[in-house]
C-alpha cells in the first residue's frame, strides 16, 4: 500500500502535459480533443475523466475504458483507489460468479492516478442504464432474478476475497445509536415544502410528513419500530460486503441478461448480512421510486434468494429496516422544493409525482 502521506504530498491537479504523457505511455491513440474531453471531466465537480479509446497491446488495436483523477484531491483518491481495488479483486476472485470487468493496468501513484479497464460493450451498444421510468419498467422477471443473485453474490464474496482489500473499505456501522441519530436528523430538519394547493411551508419534515400521513409523534414511531427490528440484527463471524450505493446507474446488462454491478466508490463491510440488506435493497428500492413494479419484484426476489442464502429471520430483518430507512430518505429528498426543484433541476410536474409516491412508500414501511 502506498503510504497516505507521500499520496497527500505529491498528488497534483491534471493538467494537458499529465494527460497526454499517461496516454502515450499507455500506447492509447488520441487526439487533443480526447485529451480535452478527458479535462472537462464527466461528473459534478470534475474529479474524472473518462473516455474509450484504442490502445495498443502487443502488436493488436484494443478498446480500453481510461479513467483518470482530475482535480488532485485526497477526498477523491480514496473512492477512486477504492473502485479501482474492489475491481481487481473482484476479477481475481475465482468463487465469485457474477460479471467482473478486468483492471488491465493500475497506477494510484502521484502526481495522477489512473486506471485501465476492460471496455463493456455488445456490438450495438452500451448495456449501461440510468435512472430513467422506461429503464425500470423494461426489467423481466428473469433480468430481476439475476439482479437480486448478483447483490447477494456481491455481499457473500467478502467472505473469500483477498482480505487485503478491508484497507480500503468503509466499516458500515452496525450501533443502533448511530442510526437514531440519522433518523433524528432526517425527521427534524427544516426544509421549504410546496404542497399541491401552491403553498409554501417553511417546516420540520416530520411535520409535513404528519400531516400527509396522519400520524402523530412520527419520529417516535418511526425509531421504535427500527429498534424493534434493530434487536434482530444478528453478527456473524464472516465479513459481508456493501456496495453503499446500489442503484440502477451502477449496473449494467449483459446481452445474455446478467447483471454486472459497477462504480465501488463508496464500498463498505460489515459482519451482519443484513445490514448489507438494508443499504443494498433500501437504496435500490428507494430510487425506483417511480416504478411500483420493479419495487414490487424486488421485493418478492430479495426474500425469495435471500432465503437461499440465510435464515429467513436474517433477510425479513433486513428488508423492513432498509424499507423503512429508504424510504424516508426519499421522502425527506422529495418533499424539500428547493432541493428537488433547484438542485436536482427538476421540473415542478415532476416534483409533483415524486412526493406522494415515496411518502406513500414510507406509509407502507411504517404498517
Do not use: C
Amino acid at each position: 500500500m502506498i503510504p497516505n502521506l507521500f499520496i497527500r504530498l505529491f498528488i497534483r491537479k491534471a493538467k494537458f502535459s499529465h494527460i497526454e504523457n499517461i496516454l502515450k505511455k499507455e500506447n492509447f491513440e488520441y487526439t487533443r480533443e480526447d485529451v480535452d474531453k478527458l479535462l472537462k471531466g464527466n461528473q459534478k465537480g470534475v474529479r474524472y475523466g473518462n473516455a474509450v479509446l484504442t490502445r495498443n497491446e502487443n502488436g493488436q488495436q484494443v478498446k480500453r475504458f481510461f479513467k483518470v483523477m482530475l482535480d488532485g484531491t485526497w477526498k477523491t483518491f480514496k473512492p477512486f483507489q477504492r473502485q479501482v481495488e474492489i475491481s481487481a479483486a473482484l476479477d481475481a476472485d475465482e468463487k465469485y460468479t457474477s460479471p467482473t470487468v478486468n483492471v488491465i493496468k493500475k497506477n494510484l501513484r502521484p502526481p495522477v492516478p489512473y486506471a485501465i479497464f476492460e471496455t463493456r460493450e455488445n456490438g450495438d451498444g452500451f448495456g449501461f442504464m440510468d435512472d430513467k421510468p422506461v429503464s425500470y419498467e423494461s426489467f423481466t422477471d428473469s433480468q430481476m432474478d439475476n439482479l437480486v443473485t448478483t447483490i447477494y453474490n456481491f455481499h457473500l464474496s467478502g467472505r473469500d476475497i483477498d482480505k487485503k482489500i478491508w484497507q480500503y473499505t468503509e466499516n458500515i456501522s452496525d450501533k443502533i445509536n448511530f442510526y437514531e441519530k440519522e433518523l433524528k436528523k432526517l425527521l427534524y430538519t427544516v426544509i421549504i415544502h410546496k404542497n399541491t394547493n401552491g403553498e409554501i411551508i417553511k417546516n420540520k419534515v416530520e411535520d409535513i410528513l404528519e400531516q400527509y400521513l396522519g400520524i402523530k409523534n412520527i419520529s417516535q414511531k418511526i425509531i421504535k419500530i427500527f429498534n424493534d427490528n434493530f434487536k434482530h440484527i444478528q453478527h456473524l463471524p464472516d465479513t459481508y460486503l456493501v456496495h453503499a450505493d446500489m442503484q440502477i446507474d451502477n449496473l449494467y446488462k449483459h446481452p445474455n441478461d446478467t447483471i454486472e454491478l459497477l462504480d465501488f466508490e463508496w464500498v463498505g463491510k460489515t459482519n451482519s448480512p443484513s445490514i448489507a440488506i438494508m443499504y443494498d435493497y433500501g437504496n435500490l428500492r428507494a430510487r425506483a421510486w417511480s416504478s411500483p413494479n420493479f419495487q414490487a419484484m424486488l421485493d418478492s426476489k430479495m426474500l425469495e434468494i435471500g432465503k437461499q442464502n440465510y435464515n429467513e429471520d436474517v433477510v425479513k430483518t433486513g428488508l423492513r429496516l432498509g424499507l423503512l430507512r429508504y424510504s424516508l430518505m426519499m421522502s425527506r429528498f422529495h418533499l424539500d422544493f428547493k432541493n428537488t426543484v433547484k438542485k436536482d433541476k427538476r421540473t415542478e410536474e415532476d416534483y409533483f409525482a415524486m412526493f406522494p409516491k415515496t411518502v406513500e412508500s414510507l406509509r407502507i414501511a411504517l404498517q
